[in-house]
């Protein structure tokens, strides 16, 4: 008998996609399966859709709840998922049919907890991958090592779950880029990790989604996911402590950028307070990292002087590169 798999999949505002992602894992070769629908405060008609989707299949269940947010929606859906093994997927995605037969079976083959795929980043129409890429198992520490060197697999839905990596762990409510900081404690957990590298996530891009939407205040969570990761690798796995914080620094350079384009208009002062003060706070460790590019440095470097010069070091930077075009 194959073990039960809880597939949680927060909705909240996927019309025109909730019937295409459920429909996939519905669709799944893995048929043991219990779907956990979290309707999240949805204003359209997704509450609906998902009522109507779980009277045409018995493993589908739905949770109704004022609006918490994405890790709010997964912290409840986990709070009554019953499945051995735990999985997540965002309701404008879907899933190649052979998913959670594949992980399960890498799971079962090389007796780990974890298992995970690679994602195919689709804009507009599916694209439908062949699979014949290897999986390899691998020590947790390589899998944390490329996940901060590279920044690649902090996704939570690309996974498979053994349900004790989450039993004590909950996603942080009400921030977004929660992902990253919940990925490191869960790998801390395995011995060993099973990576399949086939693409049997489709991760569909589409516009004001919370990735693509243009600057606003939940794009600054990142800092605090950020430097909660540097603050336990510093504790946890200090050999790693370059790549956390080039990552924080990274964050810090990209967001002021992002402010020194947007429209004046829209008020971030206490953001970009922040910003600078957890440049202050790293600057004397991160001017060294080499893991941190060198014109990087210098804009920390200005930054950490004054808004003001880091400010003319970047127009100077746009007007250089924009000369080489």
């Known amino acids: 008998m194959s073990a039960l798999i809880s597939v949680i999949v927060p909705v909240y505002k996927v019309e025109p996609y909730l019937h295409r992602c459920v ?17 999240d405060g949805s204003p359209d008609k997704c509450g ?19 609006n918490k947010g994405l890790s709010g929606a997964r912290n409840s859906g986990l709070n009554i998922a019953t499945g051995e093994y735990i999985a997540f997927v965002d309701s404008d995605d879907c899933l190649h049919p052979e998913m959670y037969k594949r992980l399960y079976e890498d799971i079962c083959l090389h007796n780990v907890k974890l298992a995970f795929c ?20 691998k020590e947790k520490n390589y899998v944390m090592y490329r996940s901060l060197s590279e920044s690649i697999w902090w996704a939570a839905w690309t996974k498979l779950y053994h349900r004790s990596l989450l039993e004590n762990i909950r996603f942080p409510e009400g921030r977004t880029n929660e992902d990253y900081a919940v990925m490191m404690l869960i790998y801390d957990q ?78 971030f002062t206490a953001q970009e307070k922040k910003i600078y003060q957890l440049i202050q706070k790293y600057f004397s460790t991160a001017i060294w990292n080499n893991k941190i590019l060198t014109k990087q440095r ?22 250089i590169k924009n000369q080489k075009k």
């Open 23 to 39: 429909e996939s894992i519905l669709k799944q070769t893995y048929t043991n399966l219990e779907i956990i629908l979290v309707d």
């Open 298 to 319: 210098i804009l920390l470097l200005a930054a950490r002087i004054h808004p003001t010069i880091y400010k003319r070091c970047i127009t100077l930077y746009e007007h």
């Open 190 to 267: 395995c011995e060993q990790i099973a990576i399949n590298f086939n693409r049997l996530y489709n991760y569909c891009i589409r516009e004001n989604s919370i990735c693509t939407s243009s600057l606003n205040i939940h794009k600054f969570d990142q800092l605090i996911s950020a430097e909660e990761v540097l603050i336990y690798i510093k504790e946890r796995h200090p050999e790693f402590k370059k790549f956390a914080e080039a990552i924080l620094m990274s964050s810090c350079l990209g967001l002021l950028h992002a402010l020194h384009k947007e429209d004046k208009k829209k008020d």
């Open 118 to 137: 690679q994602a195919n980043m689709c804009h507009g129409e599916v694209i439908k991958v062949t699979c014949n890429q290897p999986t390899v198992c």
């Open 48 to 66: 609906e859709i998902c009522d109507e989707l779980a009277s045409t299949d018995k493993r589908i269940q739905v949770i109704h709840q004022k």
